[in-house]
């Protein structure tokens, strides 16, 4: 069974670019999360999917942030524009259920410069 | 408020045991989860307790004491490979909170 995928694996960008990510989650898993990691931090949830609804984002920065899982299935998620600060690990996961076991991706790396 | 607790780093030798704690204080609380990542490598799943008491997987094992929000998780007969980072997560009915991490050195 393929696990989580996420794509790029690396980005740099300048900022006040734009940059999205793009992840597919292991077929049947309703349940999608996008998670931000810095150094030394433990995950921090952006937003969380039940198929195709957003059912909560209140730690996703809308004024730059905004993601999108069309059909409920692959998700994009996109900041515009970037600042230094957007720099980290921004991982993927999926599950079965809302409360069970997480599956990552390896993430993607973003160096905002 | 919600909160995690976890020690920032743990050293212990090849061979022992080592025990990793985590204290919590959440509502909404389901279980306690244990991921483990190794740098550069996505956090990967270890435990799960709903319920209070010992699970056991292997050489690892979790605890759980709902009414003390207390956890560990117990790595037994440690070899180099589990030097990593460690982080206990909160289930809740929404959503799961992760600690920031408790990073394992194993001395040889």
């Known amino acids: 069974e393929a696990g989580v995928v996420q794509s790029p694996r690396y980005k740099i960008i300048e900022k006040k670019q734009p940059v999205a990510f793009w992840c597919n989650p292991i077929s049947g898993h309703n349940t999608l999360y996008w998670y931000r990691q810095n150094l030394g931090q433990g995950p921090e949830l952006l937003i969380r999917?039940?198929?195709?609804?957003?059912?909560?984002d209140s730690q996703l920065p809308k004024d730059r942030f905004s993601a999108e899982r069309l059909k409920g299935v692959d998700s994009t998620l996109k900041i515009q524009p970037a600042e230094l600060g957007d720099s980290a690990v921004y991982l993927c996961?999926?599950?079965?259920?809302?409360?069970?076991?997480?599956?990552f991706g390896p993430g993607t790396r973003l160096t905002v410069t | 408020g919600q909160s995690l607790e976890q020690p920032s780093e743990v050293t212990a030798v090849e061979g022992a045991i080592v025990q990793i704690n985590c204290t919590y204080q959440t509502s909404g609380f389901y279980g306690l989860s244990w991921y483990q990542q190794h740098d550069g490598g996505a956090p990967t799943f270890l435990s799960y307790?709903?319920?209070?008491g010992l699970e056991e997987t292997g050489r690892f094992s979790s605890f759980l004491s709902r009414s003390d929000s207390y956890g560990y998780l117990l790595l037994q007969e440690l070899q180099m490979k589990d030097s990593a980072s460690y982080f206990c997560?909160?289930?809740?009915?929404?959503?799961?909170?992760f600690g920031k991490g408790t990073r394992l050195h194993i001395l040889p």
């Open positions: 997560a909160v289930n809740r009915d929404d959503k799961i909170i």
């Open positions: 996961a999926s599950s079965l259920a809302t409360s069970g076991e997480q599956y």
């Open positions: 307790n709903a319920l209070d």
């Open positions: 999917y039940e198929n195709e609804e957003a059912v909560d």
